[in-house]
């Protein structure tokens, strides 16, 4: 029963949650909703050399940040993106995709700490922004930049786009040579074949059935790779790897003197437990007196970037790997996690020296 409460359901919860993200990103692919939710993020995504898929994905997790990888992997695996683009495009999501936890992180800091709940929130929100204005520059550095694709009545990664652009060269022949009536006909036939492929691709009830005959396709590898990376990071937890890891870490702090010794006990919690426990050795600090609400920040702050490769081992290799191959899954975590950490550390150096 313990091995259930403690493996069993939070293995099951995150299995809940991809597999309905993945269900929706095939939905809004089979729907081809992707365009319109990219016109959202279309100036930024232009902005960073990014093609449609990245600002689809870019508004999309704001709302669900499993949707909007499970809409990168589709487009990868369908070879539509690069895996430059690819990396990009998961950087890119940086702000939405902690913007969706904002409000419950600020919730349940603020009855602990009051008014320093909202410098340490919004110390995390202006990184998470600078991680996508950094992605903005990285991509207009290596990404050429997304061709104007004419306007057509089809999405621009559908076949039905590129036949529609061959019919418009066609009428364009039709007008070079006199308007010659056998490519009249021809161009006449494209149409019509055109038009009634399209009925049937956009028929709610065709998307329907060619989205969940997708997402059944993809269900078991999700759960082939999700569940045994999960379960091996707990096994993993469970021998003391993590916690052997945390006391190493917690026995050399020295360079940590810039910190008062009242806040280290923040910084060790953090490490070896989530962050309530750590918000509950800040409240304690903060009560009992000798600390100042700069101290408490700092503190977390440090935790915060000292917990990084923790949360990407126990939290993101497992979700990610449920979407991409392990290697590739493993580069992604480790580059988010990566700039995450950077970020971090610059925003704690600059409160730090202003503060």
């Not at 009242?262 to 919690?269: D, E, T």
């Not at 975590?333 to 700039?339: E, I, K, P």
């Given at each position: 029963m313990e091995l259930w409460h403690s493996l069993g359901v939070p293995l099951l919860r995150l299995l809940t949650g991809l597999a309905a993200g993945l269900l929706v990103a095939n939905l809004l692919e089979a729907l081809h909703w992707t365009r319109?939710?990219?016109r959202l993020a279309a100036p930024l995504s232009r902005a960073a050399h990014l093609r449609e898929t990245a600002g689809a994905a870019f508004a999309l997790a704001f709302v669900s940040p499993v949707a909007a990888n499970g809409l990168l992997s589709e487009k990868y695996n369908a070879g539509l993106i690069s895996g430059r683009e690819l990396m990009l495009a998961n950087l890119f999501n940086s702000l939405p995709a902690y913007l969706v936890h904002t409000p419950t992180i600020f919730l349940l800091i603020w009855p602990v700490l009051g008014p320093p709940a909202a410098l340490y929130v919004g110390l995390t929100l202006l990184a998470a922004a600078g991680r996508t204005c950094f992605t903005v520059l990285l991509g207009r550095l290596l990404l050429q930049p997304v061709p104007v694709r004419p306007q057509t009545a089809f999405p621009a990664d559908?076949?039905?786009a590129s036949v529609q652009r061959d019919i418009e060269n066609v009428k364009l022949l039709c007008r070079d040579f006199a308007a010659s009536p056998c490519l009249k006909i021809v161009a006449g036939r494209i149409r019509s074949i055109v038009k009634r492929q399209s009925q049937a691709c956009f028929a709610p009830g065709d998307a329907l059935r060619r989205a969940c005959r997708r997402f059944a396709q993809r269900l078991p590898k999700l759960f082939g790779f999700t569940a045994p990376a999960y379960v091996l990071m707990y096994a993993l937890q469970h021998c003391g790897v993590f916690h052997s890891?945390?006391?190493?870490?917690t026995d050399?702090?020295?360079w940590l003197s810039?910190?008062?010794p009242?806040?280290?006990?923040?910084?060790?919690?953090h490490l070896a437990a989530e962050l309530g426990a750590a918000l509950g050795a800040a409240g304690s600090a903060l009560q009992a007196g000798g600390v100042y609400p700069r101290d408490i920040v700092l503190a977390l702050m440090v935790g915060n970037i000292l917990s990084t490769p923790m949360r990407a081992l126990c939290h993101q290799l497992p979700s990610y790997t449920g979407f991409f191959r392990p290697g590739l899954a493993l580069r992604l975590?480790?580059?988010?996690?990566?700039?995450r950490a950077v970020s971090m550390t610059l925003m704690t150096v600059l409160y730090y020296c202003c503060s």
């Open positions: 319109h939710i990219a559908t076949p039905f890891a945390e006391l190493w870490i050399n702090m020295a810039f910190l008062k009242q806040v280290m006990g923040i910084i060790a919690l975590v480790l580059a988010n996690q990566g700039l």
